[in-house]
């Protein structure tokens, strides 16, 4: 397994955690209830679960799902990093919306990359 492999799997999963977490852990429902985004929560934890699943099967099985997913997560969480600042939050907590950004931007170019044409 590369580490490419692992970044793969360490960012699927961590999105699928998170998804989960939107619907049953009590401090994520108080943080969109301060992002002002409240009626949002469970479609950011769909979002969140559908692109750890889809950047995960589309690994697997096909790469431009993985591409799609990858892309998706990178909008949602320079969102996320967006909503953070906007609110004031000093860069340090909002840090891990724009480095999971990052890996997922990442992400993408390298699986387009690897798309057979």
Do not use: H, W
Not at 41 to 52: S, T
Not at 82 to 98: E, T, Y
């Amino acid at each position: 397994m590369s580490s490419f492999d692992i970044l793969v799997l360490f960012t699927g999963f961590s999105f699928i955690f998170f998804g989960i977490n939107c619907f049953v852990n009590r401090r994520y429902k108080s943080e969109f209830l301060r992002y002002g985004l409240r009626n949002y929560r469970n479609l950011i934890g769909i979002l969140q679960l559908m692109g750890g699943l889809g950047l995960l099967i589309g690994f697997y099985f096909y790469l431009p799902l993985s591409v799609f997913a990858a892309v998706g997560l990178t909008l949602l969480m320079l969102a996320g990093f967006g909503v953070r600042i906007k609110l004031g939050d000093r860069f340090v907590a909002s840090a891990p919306s724009l480095l999971y950004a990052g890996l997922s931007c990442f992400l993408a170019y390298r699986l387009y990359a690897m798309i057979e044409f």
